[in-house]
């Protein structure tokens, strides 16, 4: 599966690495619209809103400085926090986080 978005490529805005943990990427995913990029959002407005089913993407760092990134899924308004693994080069980019973005999102697609 093709992702129609560089979704991997949103780990990379400058709004998410200055406010880590606190602002987000928000893609809504919709059978008949695909997938839409609803721009950034404070993470905490994302996870205590209801609406369609979406992801928001957002850095996190471990208590050691590193950073990963963190997908938090809304389906049927129940949200599910999902943690990708960190990278060294903090790039985001290798083989693992695409497959691992599609298994995390391919149920939400048609």
């Not at 893609?27 to 205590?48: H, K, N, Q, T, Y």
């Not at 049927?76 to 790039?91: G, T």
């Amino acid at each position: 599966m093709v992702f129609p978005v560089n979704f991997p490529g949103h780990f990379r805005s400058t709004e998410l690495w200055n406010q880590r943990s606190y602002l987000a990427r928000v893609m809504s995913l919709d059978a008949a619209d695909g997938i839409r990029d609803e721009g950034i959002w404070p993470l905490a407005d994302f996870v205590d809103s209801g609406g369609p089913d979406a992801v928001a993407a957002t850095l996190e760092p471990t208590p050691d400085g590193h950073i990963y990134p963190a997908l938090y899924v809304r389906r049927a308004n129940a949200v599910d926090e999902q943690l990708l693994d960190p990278d060294p080069l903090d790039e985001f980019r290798g083989p693992g986080h695409p497959r691992a973005l599609e298994t995390i999102l391919g149920p939400l697609l048609p």
